[in-house]
Structure formats: structure tokens, C-alpha cells
């Protein structure tokens, strides 16, 4: 009996961190706070869920070990080697992210949020495009957001957002001859219950 709690709870390890990577939104799909905040939780769950991987490894191996000489079932067998594939899997993508997170650092900048409007920056430094996805926020009583696309514009270089009279006030300047550009979006449709 105990035995089959530890294979179920090395399962539970190693499951719970692939679900939530593959599957769910950030952090299980909470959105709490702002987007800014739950990037910084699946951030620094990265370390977390590497942690809880190889402790289900651990587990796992400790489970087989003792009886990898008696006889068993085959796929009782498959069963073991393919959870311990996928958790030297994820061993490995996880420690690779880590280490990463570690040299250079998160993205939390591309992340900004001033009242009701929420950027996030997308691509910056990439060969491809940067592209800013401007959202409408809205916040219930228990701190839990949800986000309503307004806009998406490629790169507009260095930019400030405000919200005035019903409008999105974005000024911004790409850098060329024209010098400072003002975009005016209506935000007459975007409102919270």
C-alpha cells in the first residue's frame, strides 16, 4: 500500500508541472492582480516546478529500484519508464529555463499597466516585428482581472499611454524625422460591469 502511494504521489510530481505547462495558462490560468504579476509568478514557478520534478524522479526511481529484478506486468514496465522519460524530459527543459531566467533575466518590462489600460510588448530584440497588445482590464472585488483586447500596433518605438475624455491617448516616436506622433483610440465600448 505504501508503495503505490509513492508511485501515485511521484506521478502527482511529475503530472501537475507538465499540466500546467502545456495545457493551462500561466500559473494554472489565475488572473490575479495584473498580467504583469502572474508573469512573474509562472517565472518563479519555473524553479518550483523543477524542484517538484525531481523530487517525483527521485521518487519514481526509488519506487522501480527494489523490484526491477522480480517479475511484473510489461506494462507496469512502460508505465514506469515512460513517466521517468517524461520527467528527465522536463528535468531538462526546466533547468535549461532556469538557467536562462537566471543570465538573462525575465521580460517583466514588456509588461506595462496604467489604470485601466494594459500593454504587453511582444518580440522586443527578436529578427521579427515588436508588436504592442493594448488591453482593457478589469478588476472584481477579489483582486481577479480579465482583459479585453483594444488594440494591436506594431513597433511604435518609445511610447507613453493615458486615458482621457474616453480615449487612449498613445505618444510615441519611431525615431524618424516626423518626431512625436499621437494616436487617439475611442475606448466608448470598453467599460467594467
Given at each position: 500500500m505504501l508503495k503505490r502511494k509513492k508511485l501515485i504521489i511521484a506521478c502527482l510530481l511529475i503530472l501537475l508541472p507538465l499540466l500546467d505547462s502545456l495545457f493551462i495558462p500561466t500559473a494554472f490560468g489565475l488572473q490575479w492582480h495584473n498580467p504583469k504579476t502572474m508573469y512573474l509568478l509562472s517565472a518563479y514557478l519555473i524553479p518550483v516546478k523543477l524542484l517538484l520534478v525531481t523530487i517525483g524522479g527521485f521518487l519514481l526511481a526509488s519506487h522501480g529500484y527494489p523490484h526491477y529484478e522480480q517479475p511484473r506486468a510489461w506494462y507496469?514496465?512502460?508505465?514506469?519508464?515512460?513517466?521517468?522519460?517524461?520527467?528527465?524530459?522536463?528535468?531538462?527543459?526546466?533547468?535549461?529555463?532556469?538557467?536562462?531566467?537566471?543570465?538573462?533575466?525575465?521580460?517583466?518590462?514588456?509588461?506595462?499597466?496604467?489604470?485601466?489600460?494594459?500593454?504587453?510588448?511582444?518580440?522586443?530584440?527578436?529578427?521579427?516585428?515588436?508588436?504592442?497588445?493594448?488591453?482593457?482590464?478589469?478588476?472584481?472585488?477579489?483582486g481577479f482581472y480579465s482583459l479585453t483586447p483594444?488594440?494591436?500596433?506594431?513597433?511604435?518605438?518609445?511610447f507613453t499611454f493615458s486615458e482621457k475624455d474616453r480615449f487612449l491617448i498613445i505618444k510615441h516616436?519611431?525615431?524618424?524625422?516626423?518626431?512625436?506622433?499621437?494616436?487617439?483610440?475611442d475606448l466608448s465600448g470598453f467599460a467594467c460591469k
Amino acid at each position: 500500500m505504501l508503495k503505490r502511494k509513492k508511485l501515485i504521489i511521484a506521478c502527482l510530481l511529475i503530472l501537475l508541472p507538465l499540466l500546467d505547462s502545456l495545457f493551462i495558462p500561466t500559473a494554472f490560468g489565475l488572473q490575479w492582480h495584473n498580467p504583469k504579476t502572474m508573469y512573474l509568478l509562472s517565472a518563479y514557478l519555473i524553479p518550483v516546478k523543477l524542484l517538484l520534478v525531481t523530487i517525483g524522479g527521485f521518487l519514481l526511481a526509488s519506487h522501480g529500484y527494489p523490484h526491477y529484478e522480480q517479475p511484473r506486468a510489461w506494462y507496469a514496465k512502460v508505465f514506469d519508464i515512460s513517466f521517468f522519460i517524461v520527467a528527465g524530459i522536463q528535468f531538462i527543459v526546466l533547468a535549461i529555463i532556469s538557467a536562462l531566467y537566471l543570465v538573462v533575466g525575465t521580460q517583466a518590462d514588456d509588461y506595462q499597466q496604467q489604470g485601466n489600460i494594459s500593454v504587453y510588448t511582444s518580440d522586443i530584440g527578436a529578427f521579427g516585428k515588436a508588436t504592442h497588445y493594448f488591453s482593457y482590464q478589469c478588476t472584481d472585488e477579489n483582486g481577479f482581472y480579465s482583459l479585453t483586447p483594444i488594440v494591436t500596433l506594431d513597433w511604435l518605438g518609445h511610447f507613453t499611454f493615458s486615458e482621457k475624455d474616453r480615449f487612449l491617448i498613445i505618444k510615441h516616436n519611431v525615431h524618424t524625422a516626423k518626431g512625436e506622433q499621437i494616436k487617439r483610440i475611442d475606448l466608448s465600448g470598453f467599460a467594467c460591469k
